[in-house]
Nanobody
Framework: QVQLVESGGGSVQAGGSLRLSCAVFGYSYCSDRMSWYRQAPGKEREFVSGIDTAGTGRYADSVKGRFTISRDNAKNTLHLQMNSLKPEDTAMYYC???????WGQGTQVTVSS
C-alpha cells in the first residue's frame, strides 16, 4: 500500500512563491516516476510537471520557466518549487506515482491578484 501526503500549499499574492512537498510512504518502486497535477474549480485535472529516476523534469507549457520539480530519493519526497505565481495557478495540487497510479489528497494553492 502506498500513501502520498502533500504539503506546502497556501495563499499568496501574484508574483509570490510556494514550495510544495509530497512524502511517499510504502513501496519505493512506485516512486520511480512521479508527477504533479492540478485541478481548478470547474476544470479537468491537468498535468503540471513530472520527474524520472534520474531527476529529469518535464513541464507543462503554462508553468515552464516558473516551476521546478525535484526529488529527494533518500527521503522519498517530491517537491515543486513554484515561482512567479499567477492567479491562473490557483488550484488543488496533487502528486501522483506514475508507475502505481497512486494519488495524494491534494494541497490547495490560491494566488490573488
Amino acid at each position: 500500500q502506498v500513501q502520498l501526503v502533500e504539503s506546502g500549499g497556501g495563499s499568496v499574492q501574484a508574483g509570490g512563491s510556494l514550495r510544495l512537498s509530497c512524502a511517499v510512504f510504502g513501496y519505493s518502486y512506485c516512486s520511480d516516476r512521479m508527477s504533479w497535477y492540478r485541478q481548478a474549480p470547474g476544470k479537468e485535472r491537468e498535468f503540471v510537471s513530472g520527474i524520472d529516476t534520474a531527476g529529469t523534469g518535464r513541464y507543462a507549457d503554462s508553468v515552464k520557466g516558473r516551476f521546478t520539480i525535484s526529488r529527494d530519493n533518500a527521503k522519498n519526497t517530491l517537491h515543486l518549487q513554484m515561482n512567479s505565481l499567477k492567479p491562473e495557478d490557483t488550484a488543488m495540487y496533487y502528486c501522483k506515482t506514475d508507475s502505481c497510479r497512486n494519488w495524494g489528497q491534494g494541497t490547495q494553492v490560491t494566488v490573488s491578484s
